[in-house]
């Protein structure tokens, strides 16, 4: 992809808005975190990594899980278009 006329590339704006949906993920949880429910019980990531509710952990839990969801994502647009390109 090219810059036109000197706007912004496609490419960098799919990444800046990747990487503010993760701080936001990584926010939120860290903010679910701090407000120290009793309730919350560890969450484990795909049955491999378990996080405790520490603001650290939910942070880390919540950016790990949507990082992973909009790479999938991603990478199945990508897979697509270059297989269709007329699409």
């Not at 969450?43 to 650290?56: A, D, I, K, R």
């Not at 909009?70 to 007329?86: D, F, K, M, Q």
Request: charged residues 10%; glycine residues 18%.
């Amino acid at each position: 992809m090219s810059e036109v006329n000197g706007g912004i590339g496609g490419r960098r704006v799919i990444v800046t808005l990747y990487v503010v949906v993760i701080g936001i993920a990584g926010g939120m949880g860290a903010a679910i975190g701090s407000i120290g429910l009793r309730d919350l019980e560890a969450v484990t990531f795909l049955g491999l990594v378990t996080f405790q509710p520490t603001p650290v952990g939910l942070a880390a839990f919540g950016m790990l899980t949507i990082g992973t969801l909009l790479t999938v994502i991603l990478g199945l647009v990508v897979v697509v278009s270059r297989r269709y390109p007329e699409a």
